[in-house]
């Protein structure tokens, strides 16, 4: 069974940031980076009042699983400079496998998404929402 993922859009004067929970693998570099803007005791939890947006875009760009994103209202959502650069992959010590650029994935059931800047993909195994990685390897000592 295929769940679509809640997305939640938070916005300033220029910029909307987008959090997709279920893609979350709870690194905390978002909070431990900007706790002005991303409060994790707080609802709602991203304040895009906290800092300059371009601070905001600059954190928004270290999540390592895609789960927070962000673009400027003046530009296309999907973004054309995404376009131009390589895909690249890295494989995280005891961690997900980091596909950094816009990409399509077909799932086995035929259903195709498109993800942009960084997709995490579960190397351990033990992930409830393959093939990405929910920060499962961390709770099963995954050592790879």
């Known amino acids: 069974m295929n769940i679509k993922?809640?997305?939640k859009t938070y916005e300033s004067t220029d910029l909307i940031v987008e959090w997709q929970p279920s893609l979350c693998i709870h690194s905390e570099k978002c909070w431990r980076?900007?706790?002005?803007?991303?409060?994790?005791?707080e609802?709602?939890?991203v304040n895009?009042?906290?800092a300059e947006d371009k601070r905001i875009m600059e954190q928004l760009n270290l999540c390592p699983s895609g789960a927070l994103s962000g673009?400027?209202?003046?530009e296309n959502k999907e973004g054309d400079s995404n376009?131009?650069?390589?895909?690249?992959?890295?494989?995280?010590?005891?961690?997900?496998l980091m596909v950094k650029g816009s990409i399509e994935i077909k799932h086995s059931n035929g259903d195709t998404e498109h993800k942009e800047?960084?997709?995490?993909?579960?190397?351990?195994?033990?992930?409830?929402?393959?093939?990405?990685?929910?920060?499962s390897h961390n709770k099963i000592g995954f050592e790879g």
């Open 5 to 7: 993922p809640t997305k």
């Open 33 to 41: 980076g900007l706790p002005e803007v991303f409060r994790k005791n």
């Open 48 to 50: 895009t009042n906290g």
């Open 117 to 135: 800047k960084l997709t995490a993909f579960c190397r351990c195994g033990a992930s409830g929402n393959k093939p990405f990685c929910d920060g």
């Open 83 to 96: 376009k131009a650069n390589p895909i690249k992959v890295e494989v995280s010590k005891n961690g997900p």
């Open 43 to 45: 609802k709602p939890w």
């Open 71 to 74: 673009y400027w209202k003046n």
